[in-house]
Nanobody
């Protein structure tokens, strides 16, 4: 059974920084894309950033230039460095990864349980 566990959320002041980590565990053959999404009450979950297995990155418009996504393939861990935080960055951040669990399986999308990020003004 594959699990994604996020850590690093918490409270920060506007202009501050936080670093989120997402650790994948279980029987994992390969991980394709890893990404971060966030959700606030009453709104749909939105893309924050994704990184491919080759290192290509895509960012949501609201975080470009402030957030940096990265991954350590050897450790099956993804990171989201969040700088110059704004109150509108507040939300629950979810890790997502497309994972292959055997040589015969297809890629399947997995989600973490989410970690709260709160930015005060």
């Amino acid at each position: 059974q594959v699990q994604l566990v996020e850590s690093g959320g918490g409270l920060a002041q506007a202009g501050g920084s936080l670093r989120l980590s997402c650790s994948a565990s279980g029987v994992i053959v390969s991980i394709n894309t890893m990404g971060w999404y966030r959700q606030v009450p009453g709104k749909q979950r939105e893309l924050v950033a994704v990184v491919s297995s080759g290192g290509s990155t895509t960012y949501g418009d609201s975080v470009k230039g402030r957030f940096t996504i990265s991954r350590d393939n050897a450790k099956t861990t993804g990171y989201l460095q969040m700088d110059n935080l704004k109150p509108e960055d507040t939300g629950v951040y979810y890790c997502n990864a497309d994972i292959k669990t055997s040589g015969f399986s297809l890629l399947r999308s997995y989600w973490g349980q989410g970690t709260q990020v709160t930015v005060s003004s």
